[in-house]
């Protein structure tokens, strides 16, 4: 018995985004220490600073697509079109957050700037990581037959 084709979509997307998730936190992770190896505690802080940036302006670009997405198919509730500003004020504020902790962190500490930048790059690390999980799974699965 198959599922529902759009239902399959869905599962197979929720996974995946869950995945990117982890794949964030365990990157996140790595990444900080490898930083802080490489140039201290300066490193570090910048990239966790960094990595968390990007992973917030994940979280706010989820959002706002789910909510256009919700609009476009007449799902929109009372609830969500009085949270439409706040969500258009994410979408388009990340990358004003982004710029203004760049600004505070080369005007007001001395954390490395480019251990910052390498974090922004988590959420792009993130999926590069689950589009290799997705090769290899597929790869496998061919293998075995199933």
Not at 42 to 63: D, I, R
């Amino acid at each position: 018995m198959t599922l529902d084709p759009l239902a399959e979509d869905l599962k197979f997307y929720a996974a995946a985004e869950r995945r990117i998730w982890r794949f964030q936190l365990a990157i996140g992770i790595a990444g900080a220490i490898t930083a802080g190896w490489l140039a201290g505690g300066a490193g570090a802080a910048g990239f966790a600073v960094g990595a968390a940036l990007s992973s917030l302006s994940f979280a706010w670009l989820k959002q706002s697509i789910d909510a256009l997405a919700d609009k476009a198919v007449g799902a929109e509730t009372r609830q969500m079109r009085r949270k439409r500003r706040l969500l258009v004020a994410k979408f388009a504020g990340r990358y004003g957050l982004i710029g203004l902790a760049v600004y505070v962190i080369l005007k007001h500490t001395h954390w490395d700037v480019r251990a910052l930048l390498a974090g922004l790059f988590l959420f792009v690390a993130a999926v590069l990581a689950e589009i290799c999980f997705e090769i290899v799974e597929g790869l496998v699965s061919n293998q075995d037959g199933t």
